[in-house]
C-alpha cells in the first residue's frame, strides 16, 4: 500500500466523482486533505464523509477565480506547514456540436479546464517552491488527444491541460516538483451520467476490458503518480481506459 503518512494533499473539485474518490485515496494512504468545492457546506459534507488515517477537510473554491486558488493553496500550505500534493481536478463538460457552440460555453469551459488549471498549478508551485519537492496531478482527457464529435470545445480545453503538464513539467522539475496528467476513458460520474444507453453499449463494446471505469480507478492511479513510488515519472499522460483508445 502506498504510504502518504505525513503528506498534506489538496485536491480541487473534491466534492464527488473523481475528485472525490481522489480523496479516499489519499486519506486511506495516511495524507492530510484539504478538498474544495464551489459550495462551502457541500465540500465540508463530502469531507465529512471520508473516513481514512489522514485528516480531512473541506474549503470553498472557485477554480476560475484566480486570486481566490492564490488565497486557498497558500492558507492551507501555511495552515499545515507544508503543501506536497495538489491535484487538480476540477472540470467541466458540456457536449455541443460545432454549429451549435455559443460563446458562452467556450468562456465557462476555457475558463473552468484550462484558467482553472493553470491557476491551480501557478499556486501550487509557488506552495511547493519553498521545500523544492511537490507532486501535481492534472484532470487531462482521451478525447484531449483523440477529439470527440460534437466535444470541440471540452477535448480542446483537455488538449491544452495536457500540455500544461509537459510545460509545468519542464519548467518545475529543477525545483524538484513533478507534474503529470492523467487521461481518463469513459468514467461513471456526474460528468458522464447523461450518456445514452447506445453510447454506453458502444464504449463498452470497444473497449478492450469490456467495462466503464469507476471513479476508484482513476484515483489509484492518481495515487500512485503523486507518491514516491512514482519518484523519477514526470510529464506523462497517463492513460485510464481499459483500453479503449487501443
Ligand atoms: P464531476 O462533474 O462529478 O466532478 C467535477 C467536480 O469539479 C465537481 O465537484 C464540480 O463541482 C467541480 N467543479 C466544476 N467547476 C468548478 C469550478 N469552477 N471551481 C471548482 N470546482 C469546480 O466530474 P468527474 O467525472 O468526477 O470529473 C473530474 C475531472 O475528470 C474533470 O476535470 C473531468 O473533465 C475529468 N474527466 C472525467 C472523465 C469522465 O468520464 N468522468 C473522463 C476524462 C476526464
Known amino acids: 500500500m502506498t504510504d502518504l503518512d505525513g503528506r498534506v494533499a489538496l485536491v480541487t473539485g473534491g466534492t464527488r466523482g473523481i475528485g472525490l474518490a481522489t480523496v479516499r485515496a489519499l486519506a486511506e494512504a495516511g495524507a492530510t486533505v484539504v478538498l474544495t468545492g464551489r459550495d462551502e457546506a457541500k465540500a465540508k459534507e463530502a469531507a465529512a464523509s471520508v473516513s481514512g488515517s489522514g485528516s480531512v477537510s473541506g474549503l470553498a473554491l472557485d477554480v ?99 500540455n500544461i503538464a509537459l510545460s509545468a513539467a519542464k519548467e518545475l522539475g529543477r525545483s524538484g516538483i513533478r507534474v503529470n496528467a492523467v487521461a481518463p476513458g469513459v468514467i461513471e460520474t456526474a460528468l458522464t451520467a447523461g450518456l445514452s444507453a447506445e453510447a454506453v453499449a458502444e464504449n463498452v463494446g470497444k473497449t478492450p476490458l469490456g467495462r466503464l471505469g469507476t471513479p476508484e480507478d482513476v484515483a489509484k492511479a492518481i495515487r500512485f503518480l503523486v507518491s514516491d513510488e512514482a519518484s523519477f515519472i514526470t510529464g506523462q499522460i497517463l492513460g485510464i481506459d481499459g483500453g479503449l483508445t487501443l
Open 64 to 162: 476560475t477565480d484566480a486570486k481566490a486558488v492564490s488565497t486557498v493553496v497558500r492558507g492551507v500550505a501555511k495552515e499545515h506547514g507544508r503543501l506536497d500534493i495538489v491535484v487538480a481536478n476540477a472540470g467541466i463538460m458540456e457536449d455541443a456540436l460545432l454549429g451549435m457552440i455559443r460563446e458562452e460555453l467556450v468562456d465557462t469551459t476555457l475558463s473552468t479546464n484550462v484558467a482553472g488549471t493553470i491557476h491551480t498549478v501557478q499556486a501550487a508551485a509557488r506552495a511547493m517552491m519553498r521545500k523544492r519537492s511537490g507532486a501535481i496531478v492534472l484532470l487531462a482527457s482521451i478525447v484531449g488527444e483523440y477529439g470527440s464529435a460534437g466535444q470541440t470545445v471540452y477535448s480542446a480545453s483537455k488538449a491544452a491541460v495536457a
